[in-house]
């Protein structure tokens, strides 16, 4: 979303000669919708690492994701939590909030 974040990435890419295999795009990962094969999202905040998550899925591409920000996912509106199956089986979304309110100390 930040355009000195875009900056950096493109001077790291260009000192890595790799510059000409990369698209730098500066929007929210859920209104993403172009091809690619390979997914890197660095701190994505909230529920922006699930999003480009499922994106990648979606496109079967690798990926690279490193969250942060884990304060920010009781605001989600594009991803249920818990993910796992096995956790909505026990947990619903407002548990799943306060145990993890419990555990990080959000």
Same mark, same amino acid.
């Given at each position: *979303? /930040? =355009?000195? &974040?875009?900056?950096?990435?493109?001077?790291? %890419? !260009? =000192? %890595?000669?790799?510059?000409? *295999?990369? =698209?730098?795009?500066?929007a929210?990962?859920? @209104?993403?919708?172009?091809?690619? @094969? !390979?997914?890197?999202? $660095?701190? %994505?905040?909230g529920?922006?690492?699930?999003?480009?998550?499922? =994106?990648?899925?979606? /496109?079967? %591409? &690798?990926?690279? $994701?490193?969250?942060?920000?884990?304060? /920010? !996912?009781?605001?989600?509106?594009?991803?249920?939590?818990?993910?796992? &199956?096995?956790?909505? &089986?026990?947990?619903?979304?407002?548990?799943?909030?306060?145990?993890?309110?419990?555990?990080? /100390?959000?």
């Amino acid at each position: *979303m /930040k =355009k000195e &974040s875009l900056d950096i990435a493109r001077e790291r %890419a !260009i =000192k %890595a000669g790799v510059e000409h *295999m990369l =698209k730098y795009v500066r929007a929210r990962v859920e @209104n993403f919708q172009d091809d690619f @094969n !390979i997914g890197v999202a $660095l701190h %994505a905040c909230g529920e922006a690492t699930d999003i480009a998550h499922v =994106k990648c899925l979606e /496109k079967h %591409a &690798s990926y690279v $994701l490193a969250s942060c920000c884990l304060g /920010k !996912i009781q605001h989600a509106c594009h991803v249920t939590f818990p993910r796992s &199956s096995v956790f909505r &089986s026990i947990l619903d979304q407002q548990q799943y909030l306060q145990v993890r309110q419990l555990l990080f /100390k959000v």
